[in-house]
């Protein structure tokens, strides 16, 4: 990607991917015209960027908070104005550390749950209206993630037909959860020119990938914004690794 769709909003951008989607959304050749970026305790790297880059505005917030969402979409749209917003990305994520069927308790379901299926449902339901304005914009009759999109951030462990590890319930379920709801938002926005679709980063090297990761940020987040670049139509309800190939239901 070399030309950045004009507005983007990126939950869980303290550390990790989140991060490094900002770092790289900012040096492209044409960085977003405004850039959100949320968090819910600042680190010293995003507080350099945004003091270094206009265009980046942090917005503190927790995604489960439900209430702060009206608050958050208007500052969105105060900025965005009549030209909305063209791109949401629902980053933010949970994995409990307790994975096995031994450790698994209900408390660790529920947190999984409300991070990784019900606050990027609901947000994105907030978002809509600006969405929506966006994909109405004169453009290409094609989707994008120029003119309007939804990116779920998934990942492979939520595949059922790929489970052959086992473990790790929270994390599966949640995000295989999210995955439905994706798909249902893709059918019920069919007519809305906005694209709807789950990606999954790849195992990357940060505090919630572990030490033995395949692959950095940096990789990660150059793969993951060049097929970001390409998807079109024919990803409208899809299911991808961050490199461009399919990931079985």
Known sequence: MKVSPKSVFITGCNRGIGLELVKQFLSLETPPKNLFATFRKVS??????????????LVQMDVIDHNSYPEVVKKVGDI?????????????GLLPTN????????????????VNCIAPLFLTRAFLPLLEKAAGQPSSSDRSVHRSAIIQMSTAVASIAENTGGSTYAYRCSKSALNQCMKSMSVDLSNKGILVMAMHPGWVLTDMGGPNAQISTETCV????????????????????????????
């Open 44 to 57: 010293d790297e995003l507080k350099d960027l945004d003091a270094k880059n206009p265009n980046l505005h």
């Open 80 to 92: 965005v104005g009549d030209e909305g917003l063209n791109l949401l990305i629902n980053n933010a």
């Open 99 to 114: 994975r096995d069927l031994a450790s698994v308790t209900p408390e660790a379901m529920r947190d999984a749950f409300e």
């Open 222 to 249: 150059t793969g993951m914004l060049d097929t970001l670049d390409q998807l079109g139509d024919k990803d409208h309800g899809a299911f991808l690794r961050y490199n461009n190939t399919p990931i079985q239901w």
